[in-house]
């Protein structure tokens, strides 16, 4: 940070503890959805719930909460989200049964949505040429940590005291992020805009919501049951209607165009894939292990600590090494070595020995998603105008939150409706798939700007 300006560096670090949380509560949940389930009852119907309820709200809503970044200034929303977040963490907290707490979940999707593209949006406005990828590698490497470091603080929070704790601690940074953020000096430029698209945003949450119900409930009602297919056509209608009003609305909140840019669009195919892994792998590892190898969720959590080590010590330096060779190559050989890391997990056992059956596939992973994630976010902003650093960041975010999303909701099928050793393995092997998918899409489609072949 010391090639930072001080108001840079302040920037930063507003940016990265907003998005921290935001990213934080999207994994460390994974943990304690067996004490949950514990206290509150339910099954894996129960448990798709309360994770999916939050990445519901988030991903449907964060492409609105993109052009609101741009529309009434990034700083604005940012506090209006942070404040909200708090409130519907303290919710969670307080949940006296598991259909209050899919509810309160809900409207932390809603109040996360507006925290997420508004900071990364406040770097994309702050830093400019080789300075902009090093912070942009610096705020993916501190937000992918969070989605990894979540696991071990679930565990540490839900074994010394109560799963509630997960969700109360978010007030400290909140409060924290809010504070500095009363430090910027300085006005925003905004791109004034007639109108919100109110009704893109309702399509999004009926042509999300709709399918996810559908996934996670069939097993329940069954494909034939009205139950079950009426939301799934309701909401692939919706989706439908979506893009076609996306396409022809004054004012979309998703404006297609960007989809010509060709990084822009490969980048984002790129990413549901490799964040549908993400999601499910941190899932299935986290219940796996104290669902059937009887670890704490403390232990649980710990699992994944190594990816969180590389990605802290690495992740700069990754993102300055693309800013300057160019994107294709560390997105395309990222997943693939996340992905060889997963297929070693099929050597797991139900008496789950960390250190020979999860330690390998872990390292590998971490080293992978380290190499993959900070180039991914460069290759796909950089394709853009900076005046559509709001939007561009929310459209990237929306499909990495979807996917995880449509993950989750399909994790009983993939992994045959519980997560016992075959469908343990059933998982990983689907998440290696999605990673390799990931890593051959950038490898095909990713082009390195002029400026950085010239590099080479």
Known sequence: MNDFSKAQKLVLVISVLASFVAFLDGSIINVALPAIVRDLGGGLSSQQWIVDAYLITLGSLILLAGSLSDL????????????????????CAIAPNSTFLIVARALQGIAGA???????????????????????????GWTGI??????????????????RLIFAINVLPIVAT??????????????????????????????????????????RYGWNSPSIYLPLIVGLV????????????KNPMLPLSLFSHRNFAIGNIATVAIYGALALATLLVSVFMQQVGKYSATKS?????????IMTFFSGKVGSLSGKFGSRLFMGVGPIIAGIGFLTMLRVEENINYISHL???????????TITVSPLVSAILGAIDTKQAGIGSAVNNAAARIAGLVAIALLGVIVGGQIDLNGFHRGVAATAGLMFLGGIISLIGIENTSSQESSQ
């Open 72 to 91: 009434f200034g990034r700083r604005k929303v940012l506090a209006v989200g942070l404040t909200g977040f708090g409130a519907a963490s303290l919710l």
């Open 359 to 369: 330690l390998p596939g872990v390292l590998l992973y971490g080293v992978g998603l």
């Open 301 to 309: 959590g710990l699992a994944l600590m190594p990816v969180t080590l």
């Open 178 to 219: 809010i504070w500095l953020m009363g430090k910027l000096e300085g006005g925003e430029r905004l791109v004034k805009r007639p109108k919100v698209d109110v009704l893109g945003a309702v399509l999004g949450v009926v042509g999300l919501g709709g399918p996810v119900y559908a996934l996670i409930e069939q097993s």
């Open 238 to 249: 919706s989706l439908g209607y979506f893009l076609w009003h996306e396409d022809h609305t």
């Open 146 to 163: 969070a989605f990894i470091i979540g696991p071990l603080l679930g565990g540490l929070l839900v074994d010394s005291g109560s799963w």
């Open 114 to 140: 507006l925290i997420v593209p508004s900071s990364l949006a406040l770097i994309m406005s702050s830093f400019e040429g080789s300075a902009k990828g090093k912070a942009i590698g610096m705020w993916t």
